[in-house]
């Protein structure tokens, strides 16, 4: 009987072990495709920022109005946003630090009027609850520089 119960619990053991290890697996491989698209986005503003011809595809209704040059500085302050989320979500920064970055970033005229731009689309594209969260802290930070005094 003693040796049954062992058996047992050995079995258990094994089967615990492995569903542990299955399910850090299935999210090692989820991070690593989230990376990956990561970088497929990081490159595609990479080559449309440097590249006026491809706007085109960029101009959806907050963007159609820019210069190229707006237009190139948009897509690089969407490319350290979109670095920024996946960085928190990843646990790579802490969210202070997100917080801290997000008020940096919106001190200045080209963050703010990304964000006040972009915002809305970012939140309709937002994928989970994650993004949902990200959205917000960077409204927070927007909404704090906003109401800020403007230095003389």
Same mark, same amino acid.
């Given at each position: 009987?003693?040796?049954?119960?062992?058996?047992?619990?050995?079995?258990?053991?094994?089967?615990?072990?492995?569903?542990? *290890?299955? %399910?850090?697996?299935? @999210?090692?491989?989820?991070?690593? $495709?989230?990376?990956? =698209? +990561?970088? /497929?986005?990081? &490159?595609?503003?990479? *080559?449309? %920022?440097?590249?006026? @011809?491809?706007?085109?595809?960029? $101009?959806?209704?907050? =963007? +159609?109005? /820019?210069?190229? &040059?707006?237009?190139?500085?948009?897509?690089?302050?969407?490319?350290?946003?979109?670095?920024?989320?996946?960085?928190?979500?990843?646990?790579?920064?802490?969210?202070?630090?997100?917080?801290?970055?997000?008020?940096?970033?919106?001190?200045?005229?080209?963050?703010?009027?990304?964000?006040?731009?972009?915002?809305?689309?970012?939140?309709?594209?937002?994928?989970?609850?994650?993004?949902?969260?990200?959205?917000?802290?960077?409204?927070?930070?927007?909404?704090?520089?906003?109401?800020?005094?403007?230095?003389?």
């Amino acid at each position: 009987m003693k040796n049954r119960t062992l058996a047992a619990s050995g079995l258990l053991l094994g089967v615990g072990l492995g569903a542990a *290890h299955l %399910a850090l697996a299935i @999210r090692h491989h989820r991070e690593k $495709n989230h990376l990956r =698209f +990561v970088r /497929l986005h990081a &490159d595609l503003l990479r *080559h449309t %920022a440097a590249d006026p @011809r491809l706007n085109e595809n960029t $101009n959806y209704g907050e =963007f +159609v109005d /820019l210069s190229d &040059d707006d237009r190139a500085r948009f897509m690089n302050a969407n490319a350290w946003v979109t670095l920024w989320s996946v960085m928190l979500h990843l646990g790579y920064l802490p969210r202070a630090s997100v917080r801290q970055v997000a008020a940096e970033f919106m001190s200045g005229p080209v963050g703010r009027e990304f964000w006040k731009r972009a915002r809305n689309h970012r939140r309709v594209t937002a994928r989970d609850k994650h993004d949902e969260q990200f959205n917000d802290l960077m409204n927070e930070a927007y909404a704090e520089a906003a109401q800020a005094p403007v230095a003389a």
